[in-house]
């Protein structure tokens, strides 16, 4: 993809390839953005289109030098609040009274970095990345995954500790910059990513 800045550029002038390129690079946030509110997966997909078809008709008011991302991750947050509470409606028939939706889902910021973490362990290699699932996703022990995998302990206590080791590099700049932060190890949101 080209530079952000000139897909955007082209963006605003309304060409066609510009929002294909734009999916490509940012539909895979959004979708964690949608499905963190709507919990829902046919509901995220609507919510992603939606924002996109939003974003489009607003390209020529998006200003110069704005990152896209915070932009592009408000209209889906928007899109997806409004979506449940369409969901949350009566029918035609009027068979239920209508209710306000109570929202107090994860803030922007807790959306990114789980859509970072997600990222970061998928581009593991297969071996390390289906240890870091077990561990972390499955709460199995080193042990169960030996034995689960059939190879020895010491060889899932290896890819256990290359896997980190990748992740503490790759999820680098989610960590604390407080003087003293350890950056040996991956931040915390890898657990908490992990047991979604």
Avoid: C
Avoid at 157 to 164: E, N
Wanted: zero cysteines; charged letters at 30%; proline letters at 5%.
């Amino acid at each position: 993809m080209a530079p952000v800045s000139e897909v955007m550029e082209r963006f605003r002038a309304g060409e066609p390839d510009a929002i294909r390129d734009l999916y490509r690079e940012y539909s895979g946030a959004v979708h964690t953005v949608a499905i963190s509110i709507v919990r829902d997966r046919e509901l995220a997909a609507d919510v992603v289109q939606q924002t996109f078809v939003k974003a489009w008709r607003a390209a020529a008011s998006f200003e110069s030098g704005r990152q896209v991302a915070p932009w592009l991750y408000s209209i889906a947050r928007h899109t997806a609040i409004d979506t449940l509470r369409s969901e949350a409606r009566p029918t035609r028939g009027g068979h239920q009274r209508e209710v306000d939706v109570q929202f107090d889902g994860e803030s922007i910021e807790q959306t990114w970095e789980r859509f970072e973490v997600r990222r970061a362990i998928d581009a593991l290699p297969k071996e390390e990345r289906e240890v870091v699932r077990r561990s972390h996703l499955l709460g199995h022990t080193h042990e169960e995954i030996a034995q689960q995998l059939g190879v020895p302990v010491g060889t899932v206590k290896s890819r256990s500790g290359r896997a980190h080791k990748r992740l503490a590099v790759s999820l680098a700049h989610l960590q604390p910059t407080e003087p003293g932060a350890n950056r040996a190890t991956p931040p915390t949101v890898l657990m908490d990513e992990e047991q979604r």
